[in-house]
């Protein structure tokens, strides 16, 4: 497939046979990666592609979750994308999901799929999968409709952490909460953020800690404050150790929310950069200082505390 990246809402038809797997996968964790191998593994023994069908923005959007401000994500939708090729997905599919999608029925659901999808071979999906209008629809369902056009359903049996299933939910709640260990546990990775460097006031220079600042969050933030993190510069691989803020920097008047980022080596990159940021372990919550004094003192032993984790745990 010439583009990896497709979106549903075009005329377009995707001819190959393939198995769909269907969900949001926001941060493509455990649980999502279970569903993932399903299709993969289906793909490879049938000589089909591994799909992906999934959806732009989260349903709870539109269909009012979360005190309907809906969830949200934890990752913005090209990243999503780039998850599920990394975990070695052929292909995929963005579904605008409107309150016109979410009206359809389970049969006009399964009619959606078999027309773009016209070598549709295996769907796959959680055991707790629901679908069509009013979430009508399970898995059960799923299995008859599919059924009647020869198409294979995977259910897959939740997947467990800490003797609850994970969830994005759990997730995002590891991530509000700056549980960088939990969130690492139940995705299979740090979590990071990573986009172009931004230019800031150009103050962290002045106070001795210049900084390298993202501001390409997902929906869902992390915990304000300092973490020990991990920074990659994506064009040249390069990694280095260092110490995070993320945050509004109160003390020197509040700014939209960044991830500034004091590496222990000082790298001969800057604005414009591709890199990667890894949150590797809170060390403490973003505060407002009485002086710029003050938060010196205290970014100094942020850099040891996070020196500290960086000597017994490593880069
Ligand atoms: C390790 C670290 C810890 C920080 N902690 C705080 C904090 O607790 N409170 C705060 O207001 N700003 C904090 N900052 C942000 C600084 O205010 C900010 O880096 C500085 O003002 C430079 O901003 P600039 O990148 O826009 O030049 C921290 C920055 C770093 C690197
Ligand atoms: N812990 C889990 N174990 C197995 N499958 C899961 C788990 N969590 C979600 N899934 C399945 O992965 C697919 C994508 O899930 P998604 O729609 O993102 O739901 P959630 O927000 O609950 O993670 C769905 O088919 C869902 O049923």
Redesign the pocket.
């Known amino acids: 497939m010439e583009n990896a990246v497709q979106s549903l809402d075009g005329g377009g038809v995707f001819c190959e046979p393939c198995a769909l ?6 941060a493509v ?4 990666q ?2 993932l191998n399903a299709a993969k593994d289906f793909a490879a023994k049938n000589g089909a592609k591994a799909f992906v069908l999934t959806f732009y923005p989260h349903p709870s959007k539109v269909l009012g979750g979360e005190k309907a401000g809906g ?1 949200p994500l934890i990752y913005p939708a090209d990243v999503r994308a780039e998850l599920l090729l990394d975990f070695g997905m052929d292909g995929v599919f963005f579904k605008d999901f409107t309150p016109e999608f979410a009206s359809k029925t389970p049969e006009e659901f399964f009619g959606f799929l078999m027309e773009k999808f016209p070598n549709l071979k295996c769907v ?6 629901r679908f069509g209008v009013r979430a009508s629809a399970d898995v059960k369902v799923l299995k008859e409709l599919a059924g009647g056009s020869g198409v294979e359903t995977i259910s ?5 952490d800490g003797g609850n ?5 759990r997730l995002r709640k590891a991530l509000q909460d700056g549980d960088m260990q939990s969130f690492y546990e139940m995705s299979g990775r740090n979590y990071f953020c990573r986009g172009r460097v931004e230019g800031g006031r150009k103050l962290g220079r002045t106070i001795g800690f210049p900084t390298l600042n993202l501001k390409a969050f997902g929906e869902c933030k992390p915990k304000f404050g300092v973490y020990a993190s991990r920074l990659q510069n994506l064009d040249t691989k390069e990694i280095f150790c260092g110490v995070s803020n993320v945050g509004v920097n109160p003390t020197v008047g509040e700014c939209a929310p960044v991830l500034e980022t004091n590496t222990f080596d000082f790298p001969d990159f800057g604005e414009g950069a591709n890199i990667k940021v890894e949150l590797l372990k809170f060390l403490r919550g973003e505060k407002k200082f009485a002086s710029i004094n003050d938060l010196k003192a205290q970014i100094a032993v942020d850099k040891e505390n996070a020196n500290k984790f960086f000597r017994v745990c490593g880069c």
Not at 29 to 32: A, C, F, I, M, N
Not at 124 to 129: L, S, V
Not at 156 to 160: F, K, P, Q
């Open positions: 797997a269907i969900g949001i996968f926001d964790h455990k649980g999502h279970h569903v969830c796959a999906t959680g055991e707790n999968f897959v049996c939740g997947v467990l299933f994970v969830s994005s939910t």
